[in-house]
């Protein structure tokens, strides 16, 4: 079982920028694939951004490419995204999520991750 705990979610205003973390527990972090989804009210989970095992792959959703960066730490079993010049449509509660895979291509489906983190709140004003 993987625990995640994200955190660097808060306030801020348009064009401002946000850096998320998201700890994971176990030993088997370096073999995941990561990623982070979104959710604003009413609308669907949506997927954000992913990166392999190696950091040697990313995805990212079209709607955040050229703004947003993952990257991943697994000497701290943690991953981060970076999110710069940001938008009041990137409100939304974001999620890091687990794929068990070591899929060198990681995956952009919300079905295909394992373990889910409990959320953590970006608000951007504008």
């Known amino acids: 079982q993987v625990q995640l705990v994200e955190s660097g979610g808060g306030l801020v205003q348009a064009g401002g920028s946000l850096r998320l973390s998201c700890a994971a527990s176990g030993r088997t972090f370096r073999t995941y694939t990561m990623g982070w989804f979104r959710q604003a009210p009413g609308k669907e989970r949506e997927f954000v951004a992913a990166?392999?095992?190696?950091?040697?792959?990313?995805y990212y959703a079209d709607s955040v490419k050229g703004r947003f960066t993952i990257s991943r730490d697994n000497a701290k079993n943690t991953v981060y995204l970076q999110m710069n010049s940001l938008k009041s449509e990137d409100t939304a509660v974001y999620y890091c999520?687990?794929?068990?895979?070591?899929?060198?291509?990681?995956?952009?489906?919300?079905?295909?991750?394992?373990?889910w983190g409990q959320g953590t709140q970006v608000t951007v004003s504008s």
């Open positions: 990166i392999n095992w190696s950091a040697s792959r990313m």
């Open positions: 999520a687990a794929d068990r895979n070591s899929n060198y291509y990681p995956p952009r489906s919300k079905d295909e991750y394992d373990y």
